[in-house]
């Protein structure tokens, strides 16, 4: 056992710590001596956007400890920052095992730092605490949830005043504080009471009010008001919000996929909570060809990501990626607001650098600024806050499935985007369409792009080592053609530099230096490449473009771009 190791698992045995966790050490230093070295090995990085991690003792793990000692950190921030009055703070959580004991544990540290906690009363979408932030005048914000991941995991994302997740300076001088706290005695445990104020109905009547506000057909909703949805939460905080909505938007023959809609950290049904993944959707899709339904909706558990799938006219459904998803309400957005007249040259969307290319051509030809920015809707919230009074978001998105409209929530949100993606289907039908048709409609007019993600998880000490590795080669000896196609552009944003490479001429890339790297190909290909900030997996984004003039020849193209796509991830050796 390393020195390190070994002296952390000392002090979790003859520490202040309680019986049931200093059992469960002993029973792996006796039993499982791997499981161990992995949960002791680090600590638990309380990185930009919060800490996640597998739920268990060990310094390298989410447990009550590394919550605890975190929230210190973040209090003793937040209180340097805010020092002429009581400080402020949203705290929510969501369906995962021990979620609502880490909400307590959050709350409990706070208060006792002499912080007002304003504490949802039950399992909470993340958007909805982005909005509580803003609503109640709050500095800071904290949200207990591992959001997608496998149940094994919890996590803890951190909010700032704006009611988006920390960015400069904030993350780093948070970072600061955590790292200060170094034992569980530095850590104030005892509850105040008359500093934590449960909430609930009084945030989520305002949430629901300003979501409806969105709303710019309801004479569509009205004449399909039993428009036919399917909707799964994945046994999240969807549950409760979603159908909500939509109701209050008009809707009125909402079908819940009912195994689904128990809340259950298990997640019982799934493998992954993902609406990604095919087979988290599998029950919603075959409830909806039963009932063949206009639409179909999902959430993950924090309900800040969606899942849609629409049908193809011929009983079975299309499971849209989240390029699509952000396409549809974009191009849904931007036209109406044409329509009506309210595009004046200073309104813009936001995508991020691995997001389609095809939302920067809908805004040009519909007179709307698009701008990128860095993997993370965090960044997507820090551009909303860079605007604020100068240009009005309309929406901006990322390919992981996450959207957002208006700016009254800064980060992802289900709750919005089925409710404008419902509306949106409404309308297609009064025009004898579904959105699947509009989708088609979409890449005729403005072009047709194809992407597609591939994530290689490495778990583990070794696979963080091995992720590191993989990306100094790819630096180190990058390619000059992929799949028989001339790379001829390298941007690098962690060293901040564009790479001609037919000319070798280089030029600085104006993002913050991140952990991308990007192959632009001859034939407007692009390959991305980048761990991820939150999992431990590399992720690879490739995204290809076809001609596509007929509707006739749209699964041509599709075949066409997908075989492009699988020959680039051959060529990769990545399968």
């Known amino acids: 056992m390393e020195k390190i190791v070994e002296e952390r698992v000392n002090t979790w045995l003859n520490g202040a710590y309680d019986e049931e966790t200093k059992a469960e050490v002993w029973d792996m230093q006796r039993h499982r001596p791997d499981e161990l070295q992995d949960a002791f090995y680090k600590e638990l990085e309380f990185g930009t956007g919060g800490m996640r991690g597998i739920m268990g003792a060990g310094t390298n793990r989410m447990n009550r400890y590394t919550v605890a000692m975190a929230t210190q950190g973040l209090a003793n921030y937040v209180r340097k920052c805010v020092t002429e009055r009581q400080p402020r703070m949203a705290v929510a959580y969501d369906s995962r095992n021990n979620s609502r004991e880490f909400s307590e544990i959050v709350a409990d540290v706070l208060s006792a730092n002499d912080i007002k906690v304003f504490l949802f009363n039950q399992i909470t979408p993340t958007p909805e605490l982005s909005f509580s932030i803003r609503q109640l005048q709050c500095d800071s914000g904290v949200m207990v949830t591992a959001s997608h991941n496998p149940k094994e995991y919890n996590g803890y994302k951190a909010y700032w005043n704006d009611g988006g997740q920390l960015v400069p300076p904030h993350d780093g001088n948070v970072i600061a504080e ?39 057909h309801p004479e569509a909703i009205q004449k399909q008001h039993d428009l036919k949805i399917v909707y799964t939460p994945l046994h999240g905080t969807g549950v409760y919000m979603i159908p909500r909505s ?16 128990v809340p259950d950290g298990n997640f019982s049904t799934v493998v992954s909570p993902n609406p990604e993944e095919k087979a988290a959707m599998r029950m919603a899709i075959e409830q909806a ?13 924090d309900a800040d990501r969606i ?35 309210k595009i004046d040259g200073k309104q813009y969307v936001v995508k991020t650098v691995v997001t389609t290319e095809l939302i920067r051509d809908i805004a040009r030809k519909e007179g709307v ?30 390919e992981s499935f996450g959207c957002l409209a208006g700016d009254f929530v800064r980060d992802k949100d289900a709750v919005i ?43 583990g000490q070794s696979g963080a080592e091995e992720i590191r590795h993989m990306m100094e080669e790819y630096r180190e000896h990058p390619y000059s053609s992929i799949h028989g196609i001339e790379v001829v552009r390298i941007d690098d944003i962690l060293l ?50 076809e001609k596509l003039e007929r509707r006739e020849d749209y699964d041509a193209a599709v075949e066409a771009a997908e075989a492009k796509i699988e020959g680039i991830i051959q060529y990769m050796k990545l399968k």
């Not at 939509?246 to 809609?261: H, I, P, R, T």
């Not at 060809?289 to 959430?299: N, P």
């Not at 699509?324 to 191009?331: D, F, S």
């Not at 993370?376 to 998105?397: P, V």
């Open 496 to 545: 901040s530099t564009s790479t001609d490479c037919r000319t070798g001429a280089k030029t600085p890339i104006q993002q913050p230096k991140s952990d991308v790297l990007q192959f632009h190909l001859a034939d407007g290909s692009k390959v991305t490449m980048r761990p991820s900030g939150t999992e431990p997996k590399i992720k690879f984004y490739f995204s290809v473009r």
């Open 178 to 216: 955590v790292r200060k706290i170094t034992s569980i005695d530095d850590v104030k445990w005892t509850r105040k009471p008359e500093n934590v104020q449960y909430i609930g109905e009084e945030v989520h009547t305002p949430y629901m009010e300003r979501i409806k506000s969105l709303s710019l």
């Open 417 to 459: 985007s089925c409710s404008l993606l419902a509306e949106f289907a409404a309308l297609a039908k009064t025009e004898g369409k579904s959105l699947r048709d509009l989708l088609i409609d979409t890449y005729i007019e403005y072009g047709y792009y194809r992407e597609s993600l591939l994530s290689i998880t490495k778990k």
């Open 289 to 301: 060809e039963k009932l063949q339904a206009d639409l179909v909706l999902a959430s993950d558990p």
């Open 369 to 398: 600024a698009c701008y990128d920015v860095l993997t993370g809707f965090k960044y997507i919230a820090d551009k909303i806050l860079e605007l604020e009074g100068k240009e009005q978001f309309i929406a901006g998105g990322e």
């Open 307 to 341: 899942g849609v799938a629409v049908p193809k006219g011929d009983g079975s459904y299309e499971l849209l990626n989240g390029n699509m998803t952000l396409t549809l309400l974009v191009r849904y957005l931007l036209k109406e607001w044409k329509r009506a007249g």
């Open 246 to 261: 939509l109701k209050n938007f008009g809707f009125d023959n909402v079908s819940l996929v009912e195994k689904q809609a």
